[in-house]
């Protein structure tokens, strides 16, 4: 059983900037699949980046591309989502994902096995 917590969310005024960070247990985190989601109030979650466990690249919604930037630390079995240019519609409570599977669709909150408990982020105007 893996273990995902994250941490760094806080209220932060619009163009602000937040780092969220999330720690695994698992000693090998490195080899799972990788990601971060939100869910805004009223909304369903939805995807907002991923990490590829094969080369380390990475893909985002194109409502964050060019804003957020996700990245991992192998050594502390943490990925971080640096998030830049806040605006107000970014407030939700982010989660943290991660799955070992092979072969499925990585934009879906379906294919990951383990969650962390979130950490609200709220932007204000």
């Known amino acids: 059983q893996v273990q995902l917590v994250e941490s760094g969310g806080g209220l932060v005024q619009a163009g602000g900037s937040l780092r969220l960070s999330c720690a695994a247990s698992?000693?090998?985190?490195?080899?799972?699949?990788r990601a971060w989601f939100r869910q805004a109030p009223g909304k369903e979650r939805e995807f907002v980046a991923r990490?590829?466990?094969?080369?380390?690249?990475?893909a985002y919604a194109d409502s964050v591309k060019g804003r957020f930037t996700m990245s991992g630390d192998n050594a502390k079995n943490t990925v971080y989502l640096q998030m830049n240019s806040l605006k107000p519609e970014d407030t939700a409570v982010y989660y943290c994902a991660a799955d070992p599977r092979w072969g499925l669709n990585r934009v879906v909150g379906a294919s990951y096995a383990y969650w962390g408990q979130g950490t609200q982020v709220t932007v204000s105007s």
């Open positions: 698992e000693r090998t985190f490195s080899s799972y699949a």
């Open positions: 990490i590829r466990r094969t080369d380390g690249i990475t």
